[in-house]
C-alpha cells in the first residue's frame, strides 16, 4: 500500500506561484509513475502533469509551460510548481501513483493510489 499526501495549496492572487508537494509513504517505489490531477466545481477530475520513473515528465497543455513536476526520491516526494497561475487553475489538486506502465498518464483510472487533495484557488 502507499499512502500520499498533498500539501502546499492556497489562495493566491492571479499571476503568482505555488509549489504543491506529495508525500508519499508505505510501499514506495522509485519506479512509480506520479500523476497529479486536478478538479474544479461541477468538472470532472483532469491530467495537469506526470512524472515517469526516469524522470521524464508530461504535461497537459493548458499548464505546459507554466508548471513543472519534479521528484526527490530520496524524501519520497513529488513537487508541482505552479507558475502564472490563472483564475481558471482554481481546484483541487490531488497526486497520484501508479505502478503500471505502457499506459496512457493521463487518464485517472490508470492510478491505483490517491492523495486526499489539496485546495487551490486563484483570485483575479
Known amino acids: 500500500q502507499v499512502q500520499l499526501v498533498e500539501s502546499g495549496g492556497g489562495l493566491v492572487q492571479a499571476g503568482g506561484s505555488l509549489r504543491l508537494s506529495c508525500q508519499a509513504s508505505?510501499?514506495?517505489?522509485?519506479?512509480?509513475?506520479m500523476g497529479w490531477f486536478r478538479q474544479a466545481p461541477g468538472k470532472e477530475r483532469e491530467f495537469v502533469g506526470c512524472?515517469?520513473?526516469?524522470?521524464?515528465?508530461d504535461y497537459a497543455d493548458s499548464v505546459k509551460g507554466r508548471f513543472t513536476i519534479s521528484r526527490d526520491n530520496a524524501k519520497n516526494t513529488v513537487n508541482l510548481q505552479m507558475n502564472s497561475l490563472k483564475p481558471e487553475d482554481t481546484a483541487v489538486y490531488y497526486c497520484?501513483?501508479?505502478?503500471?506502465?505502457?499506459?496512457?498518464?493521463?487518464?485517472?483510472?490508470?492510478?491505483?493510489?490517491w492523495g486526499k487533495g489539496t485546495q487551490v484557488t486563484v483570485s483575479s
Open positions: 497520484a501513483a501508479t505502478t503500471a506502465a505502457r499506459v496512457s498518464y493521463t487518464r485517472t483510472w490508470n492510478y491505483g493510489y
Open positions: 508505505g510501499r514506495t517505489s522509485s519506479s512509480y509513475t
Open positions: 512524472i515517469r520513473s526516469g524522470d521524464s515528465t
